[in-house]
C-alpha cells in the first residue's frame, strides 16, 4: 500500500519568512495530493490540494509542487503569519479512491513574531 | 450549509466496553470515511463508505466496524475496546465534484 513520509517534524521560522514541507510517497498510482492544516484541538482543514497532471500550484501565499518521477511533492508558505503556526499534513491517494487518503505524520510550524 | 458534524463531541469508556460513533456528511455529499487520529499523528484511514457500501476498508482490526445509511450518515461502531483505541475520530465526507475531503471536528474517545 501506499507509504507517505514528511520532513521536517518540526519547523520553527520567523515571521516573514518562508516554510517549506516536504513529502514523499511510494505508490506511483497515486495521483491527488492534498494538504491539510491542523490548528490545536481542531478539525484538519484543507488548505491545497493538486493532482498529478498539474506540477504545481499556487493560492496567495501558499503553493504546492509536484514531482511525480521522483515522487515527492512540497508545500511552501510565504511571509509566514503567527496565524500560520499548525500542524500541517500531506496526504497521498487515487483519483479512484480519494476518500482514501494516506497521511505523513505531521509537521508542527510555528511562526515567531 | 452545515458542515460534517460528528456525535458525541467527547467520550470516555472502560476497556472491554463497546462505543458508537456517528457522523452526518454535507449536504448532497456521497461518501463518508472515517479516520482514527493518534495524539501526535497523521490521521488513519479506517472505513469508506459509497452509496451505503464499503468500498475501503484499513488495515483495522474485525473490532471496527461501520455502515451507512440511505440518508447518507454513517456509525462507526468500536467493540472490546483497548487502552489504545484511545483518539480523535474523525469523520470525513467527500465531494463527488471537486473529490475534496472535509472533515468533521471528531469525536475524543478516552478509554480507561
Known amino acids: 500500500g501506499e507509504n507517505v513520509e514528511q520532513h521536517p517534524s518540526t519547523l520553527s521560522v520567523q515571521e516573514g519568512d518562508s516554510a517549506v514541507i516536504k513529502c514523499t510517497y511510494s505508490?506511483?498510482?497515486?495521483?491527488?495530493f492534498p494538504w491539510y492544516k491542523q490548528e490545536l484541538g481542531k478539525r484538519p482543514q484543507l488548505i491545497i490540494d493538486i493532482r498529478s497532471n498539474v506540477g504545481e500550484k499556487k493560492d496567495q501565499r501558499i503553493a504546492v509542487t509536484l514531482n511525480k518521477t521522483a515522487k515527492h511533492f512540497s508545500l511552501h508558505i510565504t511571509e509566514t503569519q503567527p496565524e500560520d503556526s499548525a500542524v500541517y499534513f500531506c496526504?497521498?491517494?487515487?483519483?479512484?479512491?480519494?476518500?482514501?487518503?494516506?497521511f505523513g505524520a505531521g509537521t508542527q510550524v510555528v511562526v515567531t513574531p | 450549509d452545515a458542515g460534517v458534524t460528528q456525535s458525541p463531541t467527547h467520550l470516555i469508556k472502560t476497556r472491554g466496553q463497546q462505543v458508537t460513533l456517528r457522523c452526518s456528511p454535507i449536504?448532497?455529499?456521497?461518501?463518508v470515511s472515517w479516520y482514527q487520529q493518534v495524539l501526535g499523528q497523521g490521521p488513519q484511514f479506517i472505513f469508506q463508505?459509497?452509496?451505503?457500501?464499503?468500498?475501503g476498508r484499513g488495515n483495522f482490526p474485525d473490532r471496527f466496524s461501520a455502515r451507512q445509511f440511505p440518508n447518507y450518515s454513517s456509525e462507526l461502531n468500536v467493540n472490546a475496546l483497548l487502552l489504545g483505541d484511545s483518539a480523535l475520530y474523525l469523520c470525513a465526507s467527500r465531494s463527488d465534484y471537486t473529490g475534496e475531503l472535509f472533515f468533521g471536528e471528531g469525536s475524543r474517545l478516552t478509554v480507561l
Open positions: 463508505y459509497y452509496e451505503k457500501e464499503e468500498r
Open positions: 496526504a497521498a491517494s487515487t483519483i479512484i479512491s480519494w476518500g482514501k487518503l494516506q
Open positions: 449536504s448532497g455529499h456521497k461518501s
Open positions: 505508490d506511483s498510482a497515486s495521483n491527488y
